[in-house]
T-cell receptor, first 117, second 111 residues
Framework: KAGVTQTPRYLIKTRGQQVTLSCSPI?????VSWYQQTPGQGLQFLFE???????NKGNFPGRFSGRQFSNSRSEMNVSTLELGDSALYLC????????????????FGPGTRLTVL | GIQVEQSPPDLILQEGANSTLRCNFS?????LQWFHQNPWGQLINLFY???GTKQNGRLSATTVATERYSLLYISSSQTTDSGVYFC?????????????FGTGTLLAVQP
C-alpha cells in the first residue's frame, strides 16, 4: 500500500506570495492533519480535516488555511508569505477510529520544505 | 493543554551501546507514538503504544499510562539509528487526531 505523499517536496517563494501544498493520504484513510516544523518551535499542529470538514485548528493566523476533497486528498494554503513561514510542512493520515486503538495511528508523508526569501 | 517532555535532549553513543529515551506527559492520553525523524525530515513510525510493552527488533517501548510516561529502548545501537526521536501524544476525549509532540531527543551514534 502506498504511503502518504506530499507535493512539491521543495519550494522557494518570496515574501508576500502565496503557496499551496498538497497531501494524498494512504488509501482508505479519512483523517488528514498538517504540522509545521521549525527549529525554534518544533512540531506544531496546524489543522485536521475529516470528511471534507475542518475538525480542529491549531494556533496559527488566518493566512494558513486548508481543505479536504471527497477523495480525502488535502491541500493547505499560506497567503502573504512571511520569512517566518519557512519550515518543513508535514502531512499525516489515519484511518480514524474514534474508539481508539491502532486505527488512530498516524502516518506521515515526506514533507514539503518551504523557503521564503 | 497537555505538555510533553522528552529526555535527554541530546545523546551521544558508541556503536553497540544501549540507550533509554524517556517521554513524560502531563495528562491522560489515548494515543502515544514514537517516531524517528530521518535526515531528510520524514517521520518514521516506530511504535503505536498508548499502554503496555512492544518490541520490534533492537527497539522496544513501554508506556505506563497511569504514571504518564513512556520509554524507548534502543539496544546494540548502530550508526543508522542516528537522528531525532520524537514522542507524540493524543489527548483523551474530543473528536480529533491532533498529536502533541515533545521536543525530541537528538541521538548520535559514533562508529
Amino acid at each position: 500500500k502506498a504511503g502518504v505523499t506530499q507535493t512539491p517536496r521543495y519550494l522557494i517563494k518570496t515574501r508576500g506570495q502565496q503557496v499551496t501544498l498538497s497531501c494524498s493520504p494512504i488509501s482508505g484513510h479519512r483523517s488528514v492533519s498538517w504540522y509545521q516544523q521549525t527549529p525554534g518551535q518544533g512540531l506544531q499542529f496546524l489543522f485536521e480535516y475529516f470528511s471534507e470538514t475542518q475538525r480542529n485548528k491549531g494556533n496559527f493566523p488566518g493566512r494558513f488555511s486548508g481543505r479536504q476533497f471527497s477523495n480525502s486528498r488535502s491541500e493547505m494554503n499560506v497567503s502573504t508569505l512571511e520569512l517566518g513561514d519557512s519550515a518543513l510542512y508535514l502531512c499525516a493520515s489515519s484511518l480514524d477510529l474514534l474508539a481508539g486503538g491502532p486505527g488512530n495511528e498516524q502516518f506521515f508523508g515526506p514533507g514539503t520544505r518551504l523557503t521564503v526569501l | 493543554g497537555i505538555q510533553v517532555e522528552q529526555s535527554p535532549p541530546d545523546l551521544i553513543l558508541q556503536e553497540g551501546a544501549n540507550s533509554t529515551l524517556r517521554c513524560n506527559f502531563s495528562d491522560s492520553v489515548n494515543n502515544l507514538q514514537w517516531f524517528h525523524q530521518n535526515p531528510w525530515g520524514q517521520l518514521i513510525n516506530l511504535f503505536y503504544i498508548p499502554s503496555g510493552t512492544k518490541q520490534n527488533g533492537r527497539l522496544s517501548a513501554t508506556t505506563v499510562a497511569t504514571e504518564r510516561y513512556s520509554l524507548l529502548y534502543i539496544s546494540s545501537s548502530q550508526t543508522t539509528d542516528s537522528g531525532v526521536y520524537f514522542c507524540a501524544v493524543r489527548e483523551n476525549g474530543g473528536a480529533t487526531n491532533k498529536l502533541i509532540f515533545g521536543t525530541g531527543t537528538l541521538l548520535a551514534v559514533q562508529p
